[in-house]
């Protein structure tokens, strides 16, 4: 989704299986994220599923890097539109 291509898209069914799921293959991650995303994506990735992140932990992680941003990018009175995201806090 950050990249917004899939991954593996030139994959075939095969290749995914031999390589993602039997080795443990993983795209190589951008080194233009943040350390907090790309954290999210290698856990994610984890062959356990039980290290994997829950989307609701996802979500605070995500919710937090929000607030964040919005933090940083109030000038004066005026905020950016990252005011008006709900990270699922409906």
């Known amino acids: 989704i950050i990249e917004m291509e ?3 898209k ?3 069914f095969r290749h995914h299986q031999a390589l993602v ?3 443990g293959y993983r795209p190589v991650l951008n080194e233009t994220w943040t350390q907090i995303w ?3 994506v290698k ?3 984890s062959h356990d ?3 994997r992140p829950s989307f609701a932990k996802i979500n605070e992680i995500l919710s937090s890097e ?3 941003l919005i933090d940083e990018t109030v000038v004066g009175n005026k905020y950016s ?3 008006y995201i709900n990270f699922g806090k409906y």
């Open 38 to 40: 790309s954290n999210i």
């Open 10 to 12: 030139f994959y075939s």
């Open 49 to 51: 599923p039980d290290k």
């Open 81 to 83: 539109c990252l005011d």
């Open 66 to 68: 929000a607030d964040d």
């Open 43 to 45: 856990e994610s990735w």
């Open 6 to 8: 899939p991954p593996l």
């Open 21 to 23: 799921v039997e080795k």
